[in-house]
């Protein structure tokens, strides 16, 4: 019998935002552990524009938004533990990503188990408004049930509230 709660996915949930983040950062460290030319480029980006976003609290309890990443809709699950946009290897297709086998060079642990990602840049990010441009992001091979909104993303807003009924964006 397969039982399914709310603690579980948490959990999972959780797992998988670690393990994306320790990948991007894994990524992004040279031999020496310090970080390569890509990451300060990310903090050289321009911030976010445009109008406050509010995305409602859904019934499972998350924060499911609805963003045009680099001009098309994709459904994505806001989380804040996780460092960077990570999507699902079906949303990158849709969105044109035509990634090689050899473009998925780091390994991340997914739900499922190990996953191969690549890194990415996308042109840019809205939820209701909110924009940013030129967001890191991985994108996961396998395993990832559904793509993740991140910190590459939400870190580069001048803010975001939690509460119990809704999560608001401020560019």
């Known amino acids: 019998m397969f039982r399914f709660d709310l603690s579980s996915v948490?959990?999972?949930?959780?797992?998988?935002?670690?393990?994306?983040?320790?990948?991007?950062?894994?990524?992004?460290?040279?031999?020496?552990?310090?970080a390569q030319a890509a990451s300060a480029y990310v903090a050289m980006a321009?911030?976010?524009?445009?109008?406050?976003?509010?995305?409602?609290?859904?019934?499972?309890?998350?924060?499911?938004?609805?963003?045009?990443i680099d001009g098309h809709a994709v459904r994505v699950l806001v989380d804040t533990g996780a460092s960077v946009?990570?999507?699902?290897?079906?949303?990158?297709l849709r969105l044109g990503l035509h990634l090689k086998p050899a473009d998925f060079d780091t390994t991340v642990?997914?739900?499922?188990?190990?996953?191969?990602?690549?890194?990415?840049e996308l042109e840019s990010v809205s939820v209701a408004g909110a924009r940013v441009e030129r967001v890191a992001a991985l994108v996961v091979e396998s395993g990832l049930p559904n793509s993740?909104?991140?910190?590459?993303?939400?870190?580069r807003l001048s803010g975001f509230q939690a509460t119990p009924a809704a999560l608001t964006l401020q560019p």
């Not at 948490?10 to 310090?34: M, Q, T």
């Not at 321009?46 to 963003?67: E, F, K, M, N």
């Open 10 to 34: 948490a959990v999972v949930g959780l797992a998988v935002a670690s393990s994306l983040s320790a990948a991007f950062w894994l990524n992004h460290l040279d031999h020496n552990g310090e």
């Open 46 to 68: 321009p911030s976010a524009s445009g109008d406050a976003a509010q995305v409602v609290r859904a019934a499972d309890g998350h924060y499911w938004a609805q963003a045009s």
């Open 109 to 120: 642990t997914t739900a499922s188990g190990p996953a191969r990602a690549a890194s990415v």
């Open 148 to 155: 993740l909104l991140g910190m590459s993303y939400l870190g």
């Open 85 to 92: 946009v990570a999507l699902t290897r079906e949303d990158a």
